[in-house]
């Protein structure tokens, strides 16, 4: 079988052009190419420091455990729960970075690549090709790496943007239609429920959504049905965003950028989120240096920036990619978007996260754990959401946010934080 007169490999076939000390770039979330990770894994003994890239992958990660340690290396710029407990091991590397800068990374030569393993839709009568679902940094890879393998995957969605990939650019093919991985994520819990009112309640008609993925996200999107003309400018989307588009309620008719337009980076979720982006051209997938580009975000009016954290200190400083010293996560574009949103004419940027873990520890707190990181400053936050109200802390100095964001803590913890609070401000 062929393409305009390239020629399927096997997947073993395509990976024999890695060698050793070469740098190889994982094409990311739901556009894992499992088949050249599994066909690369089983060169492992014939390999010493192959260098491996990715943002978020899915499935597994063969190549992660110890006994490759002297075949392969890991820098990974996002912490999936894949390679997480490899990551917090010392076995592989995160590199803390801005989602919309890692594409400089690579085209700049800072991190030449020589290989870039992706997957694509199947090509059309011209021998165009779609890298579907996931943009996000995969064009800089792409262009800069000497080497390119693609998995052509008839369940590959065709998208709309600047995701397309000639057969020309393409070194060696491999077929595969394993299904795309999915992301069914749970019903909201009461709890979230709560929080996605209470976001909904201050996003006003015409503003410009950014969302993650999870249950705050979905509450909220499931909370704005009676909303007119909103836009979504967003780093990723998924299945809860569909239906608000069919009602009618996400319009984009009042965005300054890509007016009309549904613009992400990537897209991860089931099978009802990658139908509905398939073929759909008010869906346009970007480079992320374009998407989270705060110069652009800022153009769009009432940029409503909904991100969540792990934990929030009385001040405003936001933890979302730590537990302490113990890497959970990644930076994102969480900054990004949240600077984006206030400088955006009538912009809100939000963090919300429910008052406590799942066993009862408060998430709100006097000072955050020894060693977490600052994901987002306190001077970028305008408010902090939980299920017990919204913290409106632009402008108010440090003893009224303080107060603010303890109001919104859970009442059991309120005590305790108040007198944390006065030995802070007693020590200043």
Do not use: W
């Not at 066909?39 to 260098?51: N, P, Y």
């Not at 992660?64 to 076995?91: L, Q």
């Not at 004419?345 to 429910?354: D, F, V």
């Amino acid at each position: 079988m062929n393409y305009n007169g390239k020629k399927f490999v096997s997947a073993a076939e395509a990976v024999k052009i890695i060698k050793s000390g070469d740098k190889v770039f994982i094409h990311s979330a739901a556009a894992t190419p499992v088949v050249l990770i599994e066909a690369l894994t089983d060169r492992a003994k014939e390999l010493s420091d192959v260098e491996l890239l990715s943002i978020h992958t899915e499935g597994p990660v063969p190549y992660a455990h110890e006994k490759y340690a002297k075949n392969f290396t890991i820098n990974t710029f996002f912490v999936g729960a894949n390679i997480r407990p490899y990551v917090n091991s010392g076995r592989a590397n995160y590199i803390p970075m801005f989602l919309s800068e890692i594409p400089h990374l690579f085209r700049s030569g800072i991190k030449p690549l020589d290989v870039a393993m992706v997957t694509v839709s199947t090509p059309n009568k011209k021998g165009y090709c779609s890298l579907g679902c996931s943009i996000d940094v995969s064009n800089a890879a792409i262009d800069t790496a000497k080497y390119v393998i693609a998995v052509v995957n008839p369940n590959m969605p065709s998208v709309y943007g600047n995701g397309i990939i000639h057969l020309d650019k393409i070194h060696a093919i491999v077929k595969s239609d394993n299904p795309l991985f999915s992301l069914i994520t749970k019903e909201p819990t009461e709890v979230e429920n709560r929080i996605g009112q209470f976001i909904s309640e201050i996003v006003e008609d015409g503003a410009t959504l950014q969302m993650g993925i999870g249950g705050i996200p979905n509450a909220a999107l499931a909370n704005l049905y009676n909303h007119k003309n909103l836009g979504v400018h967003t780093e990723m989307f998924s299945d809860g965003l569909v239906d608000l588009v069919r009602k009618g309620v996400v319009t984009g008719m009042e965005k300054v950028t890509d007016f009309g337009k549904i613009v992400s980076s990537f897209v991860f979720g089931t099978k009802k989120v990658y139908d509905f982006i398939d073929g759909n051209p008010i869906v346009e997938l970007r480079d992320a240096d374009y998407v989270n580009d705060t110069r652009i975000i800022r153009q769009n009016p009432k940029v409503t920036a909904i991100n969540s954290a792990i934990e929030v200190d009385i001040f405003g400083q936001v933890c979302a990619d730590t537990i302490g010293t113990r890497q959970y996560s990644g930076v994102g574009g969480q900054m990004d978007f949240i600077r984006g949103a206030s400088l955006s004419k009538g912009g809100k940027p939000i963090i919300a996260l429910p008052s406590t873990t799942n066993k009862g520890v408060s998430r709100i707190v006097s000072t955050l754990k020894k060693g977490a990181d600052v994901t987002t400053s306190r001077a970028h936050v305008h408010y902090i959401i939980t299920e017990f109200g919204v913290a409106y802390l632009y402008g108010k100095g440090l003893r009224e946010r303080s107060k603010a964001i303890i109001e919104v803590a859970h009442p059991d913890i309120r005590e305790q934080l108040e007198k944390e609070a006065f030995e802070i401000f007693s020590g200043l």
